[in-house]
């Protein structure tokens, strides 16, 4: 962990197909300050076109991380996430871009926190949606919503870049350790009877919002083990 902020923050790109699109988003990071890239089953990113749209900031795109899988890229991370257009009951808690600023710099302060930025086509996909704490929404015009994926990256780091605030937010656990706590916590619950019986979709439902719920601040190493205490003292309980 460093102590310089924007070095805590990773901006992820999933799955992006065109080269430029990362060299630009590089150069984006660089202007604003930022140096973590990380990059989710890439095209060839280090081609020419890559190396001219970073221009001046290949250094970002050399040493970029390169992840096989999705869930690989979160593995290390303790508050991930996403970027969207599309909003919906599904795509979570989704807070405009200004809003979220401050709890971002806050967290970066002593936890890795992941940016997420979606396919070029058709952006992050529920299911990986799930997996972030909230959704940052960057408002466009109705009459051409999408934006180009470097100009998504330049427009949060910028605005992260022109902020800083004193406070800090506590030391928070990775999000792979969390998972495990999805799990636990949905054992529970069917001990308890509280997911009818064979109703998947309300299964589904009720993890999705406790995603939603702790994933939207993240959890420190002593809430984690509260948590999980709390389920094993209830089970133990249960089956007497």
């Known amino acids: ?9 990773s901006f992820i790109l999933v799955e992006p197909k065109e080269p430029g699109n990362i060299g630009a988003s ?17 095209v060839n990113f280090l081609s020419n076109e890559a190396r001219q749209m970073a221009c001046g900031s290949t250094d970002i795109l050399e040493r970029a991380r390169v992840h096989p899988g999705f869930r ?11 970027t969207t257009r599309r909003l919906g009951k599904t795509r979570g808690l989704i807070v405009p871009l200004e809003e979220s600023i401050k709890r971002i710099i ?3 302060k002593k936890n890795r926190v992941a940016i997420l930025f979606g396919r070029e086509r058709n952006g992050l996909t529920n299911k990986e949606i799930e997996k972030c704490g909230f959704i940052i929404n960057v408002p466009s015009d109705p009459s051409s919503p999408s934006l180009n994926l470097a100009q998504s990256v330049l427009l949060v780091a910028y605005e992260l870049g022109k902020r800083t605030y004193l406070k800090n937010a506590p030391a928070l656990v ?5 998972d495990k706590l999805y799990k636990h916590i949905q054992t ?22 406790l995603k939603h719920l702790i994933g939207r601040a993240g959890l420190t190493k002593w809430e984690l083990n509260m948590l999980h205490g709390i389920c094993s003292q209830v089970e133990k309980k249960i089956k007497g």
């Open 1 to 9: 962990m460093t102590e310089n902020w924007k070095d805590n923050i």
């Open 26 to 42: 590089a150069r984006a990071m660089k202007n604003m300050g930022f140096r973590n890239l990380e990059l989710v089953k890439p």
């Open 72 to 82: 690989d890229a979160l593995k290390d991370k303790n508050l991930v996430i996403g």
């Open 106 to 108: 806050t967290s970066a």
């Open 174 to 178: 990775r999000h792979g350790e969390i």
């Open 188 to 209: 529970t619950l069917k001990l308890l009877e509280y997911i009818p019986r064979g109703d998947r979709d309300i299964e589904k439902r009720i993890i999705r919002n």
